[in-house]
């Protein structure tokens, strides 16, 4: 009886101290956002960072290289519909060959979309440019990568945060 205590105790001890069952974060291949003052949540890559800048209501996501990077822009409303302001936005970031895509639907909105190409330190890059409106706010998201691996991105990183993304 004495005995089986003994190797119980030990393996407990074992269990405790070298957690076998845990899982490796390298394993789990997202990592949360949550920022109740901007009013939203979503998950993102793992391996990728997140900066905040509270005064101009901004995240800002990137990997480690920071090819693929992402901006999410919280901001009051402009005066004009949704297509102006994306157009507009396009205009001011440089882009170039732009096309209007169709609607997409997440996060229990509709979203419009546009999207263009950019060159940035002689690299071409694809961006595109998604905009709603909740709350009295409009919620702006610029999903950015080289032009030769946007699509593995949109498959790999961006796609994510769409299908996760909530208003809080």
């Known amino acids: ?15 405790v101290l070298y ?8 394993t789990q291949p997202q990592q949360r956002f949550s920022d109740s003052r901007l009013g ?17 209501a901004t995240i800002h996501l990137f990997d480690s290289s920071h090819t ?7 901001g009051t409303p402009p005066g004009g519909d949704l297509g102006q302001y994306l157009q507009q936005k396009a205009n001011q970031l440089g882009l170039t060959g732009i096309k209007s895509g169709t609607t997409r639907s997440f996060a229990g909105a509709a979203w419009q979309q546009i999207q263009g190409n950019v060159q940035q330190s002689g690299a ?15 919620f702006t998201i610029m999903l950015l990568a080289p032009q030769a691996t946007y699509a593995q991105e949109q498959q790999i990183a961006f796609s994510g945060i769409y299908a996760s993304f909530q208003f809080i």
């Open 19 to 26: 957690q076998p069952f845990s899982v490796d974060g390298i």
């Open 124 to 138: 071409s890059y694809t961006e595109t440019l998604l905009a709603t409106t909740h709350k009295n706010s409009i």
């Open 1 to 15: 009886m004495l005995f089986l205590l003994v190797i119980a105790g030990g393996i407990g001890t074992w269990i």
């Open 40 to 56: 939203l949540s979503f998950l993102y890559p793992s391996g990728w960072q997140s900066q905040v800048d509270q005064r101009k």
């Open 68 to 74: 693929a990077q992402v901006d999410i822009v919280v």
